[in-house]
């Protein structure tokens, strides 16, 4: 089977470029992409949530698969990286970029709760899980990725992956399913 996707964000060859040469290093895989779009495609009209901007490939993939009605709250406390994101995006009137430390969003947020929540940085999954889980819709979708080894992992980062894995059995309002597929992901629902 082919898993390579067949459609991307027009955007996504500029906004990796931009990355590459701002030495940003973690954007958002090309087939975690596709699924992130798929995944969208699911909630019409839905709130979404991203923690971790970074360059914005991310974002890209979910607006391919949002509604003309959805609407992505995507946070980035690196406002030089995020402002690739704001150049290709920013146009996409169901974007609202926030530059803020996740950490401080999961704390102030007092907005609508949403129901899809991509996660990648460390708030939200290596720690506040519980945080972010209140701020979902029951149903809603929880994806994070980056759980296998990746080359930009600090040395100290493999233990904080696995504490995080041997919890999620443990949630009550999570149901998830680790995949060893793209650059390792989690796929949950909030019950």
Same mark, same amino acid.
């Given at each position: 089977m082919d898993d390579t996707p067949r459609h991307r964000p027009r955007e996504l060859d500029?906004?990796?470029a931009d990355a590459e040469r701002a030495g940003f290093a973690m954007s958002? $895989?090309?087939r975690t992409g596709s699924? =992130? #779009?798929? =995944?969208?495609?699911?909630?019409? !009209? !839905? %709130?979404?949530?991203? =923690? !971790?901007? +970074?360059? !914005? &490939? +991310? &974002?890209?993939? =979910? #607006?391919i698969g949002m509604s003309s009605s959805a609407r992505l709250t995507t946070v980035e406390t690196d406002i030089d990286v995020q402002a690739i *994101? %704001? %150049?290709?995006?920013?146009?996409? %009137?169901?974007? $609202?970029f926030v530059t803020a430390d996740a950490d401080d969003f999961l704390s102030t947020y007092e907005g609508e709760p949403f129901d899809f929540a991509y996660v990648d940085c460390r708030p939200g999954k290596y720690h506040r899980l519980l945080d972010l889980l209140r701020l979902l819709q029951p149903g809603a979708l929880y994806v994070v990725d980056d759980m296998?080894?990746?080359?930009t992992w600090p040395e100290d980062h493999q233990p904080r992956v696995n504490g995080f894995l041997a919890q999620l059995p443990e949630r009550p309002n999570l149901r *998830?399913?680790?995949m060893r597929w793209s650059s390792g992901l989690v796929v949950g629902a909030r019950i």
């Open positions: 500029a906004i990796l958002c $895989e090309d699924l =992130l #779009a798929t =995944l969208a495609a699911t909630k019409p !009209g !839905g %709130r979404f949530l991203e =923690l !971790g901007t +970074g360059s !914005g &490939a +991310g &974002a890209a993939w =979910l #607006a *994101a %704001r %150049r290709h995006l920013d146009h996409d %009137r169901r974007i $609202e296998l080894p990746q080359a *998830a399913t680790p």
